[in-house]
């Protein structure tokens, strides 16, 4: 499903729909629309004559027009366009689940006008993966980075970036662990780079463990650990993923229950606030 706004990020977010209904070998896709209301004031129907039409077919009518003209030739994917009426987060939060929908896209506003929903509210309210797309996003999936702490919302976050990349021998999935060294590391009579061997062995250790338990054959991964001084891992994780040229991140949330997903991980809820550049998927278990 993929929610648009009739504002200039409209263009990007369908074209990169359209990128990724081709990697997913998406079935069908709703293109939705959210008003609070559709209602004319019949004071402006005889200054304006085409407010007759009613206002949802003139909406619908003009998605259709922006999906022919940037969705791509997607024969074998079933297009459904939805205007709906009411709260945006609530109908869009509604037809997730009435939908059953598996993936919901939505833009990432950053300098375009344009009012949308905030992500974290909306990352808490679907019951489904979601992605952001970004003002700047391009279709290209080469470098995609996927933030691991061994955990099981890490490991499905792994396993969606593979699947994305399985028909692509090019892809590079860059596993960055970001650790800490322990705080009293100085009461020992070691030195602060002979700790960080320590700590660091210890988690490549974990890493390979982690690894070794899933199905990743064939893809290029790229483990990075990275020591986090600043006490800040979303920091850490976004500057990485800028410096490897990440065209896209995965992130997992542990929500497994209505009380998870409302909470979330507090690394995906910064991320979601900090990144702004790259197309960023959050993988959640899906809530029927």
Known sequence: MVGLDFTLLDKT????????????????????????????????????????????????????????????????????????????????THLARIKNIDLLIVGRKNELKGKGILPNQLMR??????????ETATKR????????DFSDASKVALEVAYSLSEDNPDVTIHCQHIYHVPAGYYFTDKGKE???????SYHVLQYNRFIDKLNVEG????????LDEEG??????????LKKGADLIVAGSNGKTTFDTFILGS???????????IPLLIVKQKQL
């Open 13 to 92: 977010l369908i074209a990169y729909a359209g990128f990724v209904s081709t990697l997913i070998k998406a079935e069908k896709v709703y293109f939705v629309n959210i008003q609070k209301s559709l209602d004319i004031p019949p004071d402006l129907w005889s200054d304006f004559p085409e407010f007759l039409i009613p206002r949802d077919e003139q909406l619908r009518a003009k998605m259709r027009e922006e999906i022919a003209a940037n969705f791509g030739d997607q024969k074998n994917i079933e297009i459904d366009y939805i205007i709906a009426e009411g709260s945006p987060l609530k109908e869009m």
């Open 267 to 277: 690394f995906t809820e910064k991320i979601v606030q900090l990144n702004v550049s």
């Open 194 to 200: 002979e700790v960080n061997r320590v700590v660091k």
């Open 141 to 148: 999936l080469n470098e995609i980075m996927v933030d691991v």
């Open 125 to 134: 309210s679907v019951p489904c993966c979601i992605l952001f797309v970004p």
């Open 219 to 226: 893809i290029h991964l790229n483990p990075i650990f990275t």
């Open 232 to 241: 800040d891992m979303v920091h850490a994780a976004c500057n990485t993923a």
